[in-house]
């Protein structure tokens, strides 16, 4: 079972040297007892450009889909058998990287 | 025929948590154990007058409710579904009585009180699944519409699945933390059953404090060596207890200090007292609902208001604000002070919880009977305004209309 963690995060600095070690080692736990799938930083909301190719003419927008005061920061995709385990992980990922973390489920199946 | 309506009413009080909590287990599927229990249910009730009560009901709602849960998912596995096919062909049904903590109610118990829900989901989840009331009572339990406790249980059911809330007892490291979230769900039933808010219901929901009790039994017996267990037992007994004393003929709240206590349930006080005793003597420090019982215990021990020993009273407080440092225990706690230093003392605690209880009537409603014994008549009338504005339950309000109509 796949989870998604969203790094929740009010304003656009990026992670401290502090954080940005303890990240790290939180990452290569992740790896070494089997949940890491995939993780990254993301950059700022005002970077990101939406497409919509819904209509005739694709429209592009400059800014992020929703403007609101808080964004996603970054992420990790993870593997856990089931919630307990996946909020075990996303509380001391909300630690780690000092921000808030929304998990998700993939749908499976 | 009354004998056999009063077999499946016994049969669902005590049966219905354990066959929901087996069929979880075997088929993995919240929806699917409850819809097969409630028709294993209906069976009975068509079945037994005629047929007579099973020498045992439990097992014969087990097995007919495993019957319906495998003609449903036969139903909806028309394409090929390997895992549930292999589900229906393995019968795991442990027939072995297990262990105290590995009974199928606590994981059922622990998945419905899941700390990932919300409040009021696991409320309606575990009076649904584990006490097996209907959808309409629960409804009618929390003044909200059929449609939308329904909306509310089947969005939470969908959650456990699409997120994998697990079905099983939690970790021993993670066990005291999680009983503390079963118990604040029961502790919520029993409040929302001893004080009900709203202007439609009666001022205390008997059905919800008797269910809240009847669970908080049933968790007792499944973990006998968890303190706050026993407290909080001890503490809604203790409360309990008091109920036939506790709203006048003319729907009034009667303060404790003008309670009958000759109406008191002596038998819920001698098991709520049995209860403390028995944690006073494990010797281990108590947590709040101990306290809590502990503080109860005390009111219950006095045979007249004026014999209360309002000493222990405020060191148990003490204790709890240690434990509690919420501004509700501070109110509390000055409430106790008041009768042992005077109600300036109390007063002056009261004051200083302001800004932070400014919405709660209880607060309204201390500062309103200080006054009044200060004879700061004036004042005390704005307080009891503020408390009436304030109080959600229609006996509290009756009771603190009159005091403030009584004012000199």
């Known amino acids: 079972m796949q989870y998604l963690f969203s790094v929740i995060h009010d304003r656009t600095d990026l992670a401290t040297p502090e954080e940005m070690t303890a990240i790290d080692a939180f990452n290569d736990r992740l790896q070494a007892e089997g949940h890491w799938v995939f993780a990254g930083g993301l950059g700022a909301p005002a970077t990101a450009t939406v497409i919509d190719n819904r209509g005739a003419e694709p429209v592009v927008t400059d800014g992020p889909y929703v403007e609101s005061k808080e964004h996603i920061a970054g992420f990790w995709i993870i593997e856990a058998p089931d919630l307990d385990v996946a909020l075990k992980l996303a509380t001391e990922a909300s630690r780690h990287c000092n921000r808030k973390v929304e998990v998700r489920p993939f749908v499976s199946e | 025929m009354t004998d056999v309506h009063e077999a499946v009413t016994r049969a669902h009080r005590d049966e219905w948590a354990r066959v929901v909590a087996s069929l979880t287990r075997r088929f993995g599927d919240l929806d699917v154990a409850e819809e097969a229990a409630a028709e294993a249910f209906a069976t009975a009730v068509e079945r037994w007058p005629a047929e007579g009560v099973p020498a045992n009901p439990g097992a014969w709602l087990t097995v007919t409710a495993n019957r319906r849960a495998i003609d449903r998912i036969r139903r909806e596995s028309k394409r090929d579904d390997k895992q549930m096919q292999a589900r229906l062909m393995h019968d795991d049904t442990p027939h072995e009585p297990l262990g105290a903590i590995d009974d199928e109610r606590l994981r059922l118990i622990f998945t419905c009180c899941h700390p990932a829900l919300a409040m009021e989901a696991r409320i309606a989840l575990t009076l649904r699944l584990v006490g097996g009331l209907s959808m309409v009572e629960i409804a009618r339990a929390f003044l909200v519409p059929e449609a939308t406790m329904g909306q509310r249980i089947t969005r939470a059911k969908a ?212 006054l009044r014994r200060m004879g700061r008549s004036g004042e005390a009338g704005a307080a009891y305004d503020a408390a009436i504005e304030l109080a959600g339950n229609t006996a509290e309000s009756a009771y603190l209309t009159r005091r403030r109509d009584q004012l000199g």
């Open chain 2, 159 to 370: 959650k456990i699945k699409a997120a994998r809330i697990p079905y099983r007892v939690p970790a021993a490291e993670d066990l005291p933390a999680r009983v503390s979230g079963v118990l604040a769900v029961l502790f919520l039933v029993f409040n929302e059953g001893y004080l009900a808010t709203g202007p439609g219901t009666g001022p205390v929901r008997a059905d919800l404090t008797a269910e809240a009790i009847r669970l908080t039994r049933l968790i007792r017996a499944l973990l006998p060596a968890d303190g706050e267990v026993a407290g909080l037992l001890a503490l809604m007994l203790l409360t309990e207890a008091r109920r036939p004393a506790r709203v006048s003929r003319n729907g009034e709240l009667v303060p404790l200090h003008e309670q009958d206590r000759g109406a008191w349930d002596r038998a819920l006080i001698a098991e709520g007292h049995r209860l403390v005793r028995e944690r006073l003597a494990s010797g281990v420090a108590p947590g709040r609902y101990q306290i809590l019982a502990a503080i109860n215990a005390v009111h219950t021990f006095a045979r007249e208001a004026r014999d209360t020993d309002w000493s222990q009273i405020v060191a148990l407080y003490d204790q709890l604000v240690g434990l509690d440092p919420s501004p509700v225990v501070a109110l509390n706690r000055a409430i106790a002070v008041a009768e042992l230093d005077g109600p300036e003392v109390a007063l002056a605690a009261v004051d200083r919880l302001g800004d932070r209880l400014g919405g709660y009537h209880a607060y309204h409603a201390t500062r309103a009977e200080l």
